[in-house]
Nanobody, 123 residues
Framework: QVQLVESGGGSVQAGGSRRLSCVVS????????MGWFRQAPEKEREGVAV???????RYADFVKGRFTISKDNANNTLYLQMNSLEPEDTAMYYC?????????????????WGQGTQVTVSS
């Protein structure tokens, strides 16, 4: 059974930083695309950053230059380093995974989702 467990959320002031982690277990395929999505209250889910097996990354326009996605293969962990946070970044952040190697920011392309970790940025 595939499980994605996020951590690292919390409250931070605008301009601050936060690092999210996602530990993956039970996934046995050699190829994948995994990443982060977010959803704020009364807003649609949106892709933040994704990464494929080769390390090719794709970022949403609204986070370029501020967020960095990375992975630790030895520990089956995905990270999202978030810098220069803004109140608009307040949302539940979800770790996602799919066996397709297509680097996409469309939420419907991802089969596995974590429970989410809340990030709240105050002004």
């Amino acid at each position: 059974q595939v499980q994605l467990v996020e951590s690292g959320g919390g409250s931070v002031q605008a301009g601050g930083s936060r690092r999210l982690s996602c530990v993956v277990s039970g996934y046995t395929y050699s190829s994948y695309c995994m990443g982060w999505f977010r959803q704020a209250p009364e807003k649609e889910r949106e892709g933040v950053a994704v990464l494929d097996t080769t390390g090719s990354a794709r970022y949403a326009d609204f986070v370029k230059g501020r967020f960095t996605i990375s992975k630790d293969n030895a520990n089956n962990t995905l990270y999202l380093q978030m810098n220069s946070l803004e109140p608009e970044d307040t949302a539940m952040y979800y770790c996602v995974l799919d066996s397709s190697a297509i680097v996409t920011l469309a939420w419907y392309d991802y089969h596995y989702w974590g429970q989410g970790t809340q990030v709240t940025v105050s002004s």
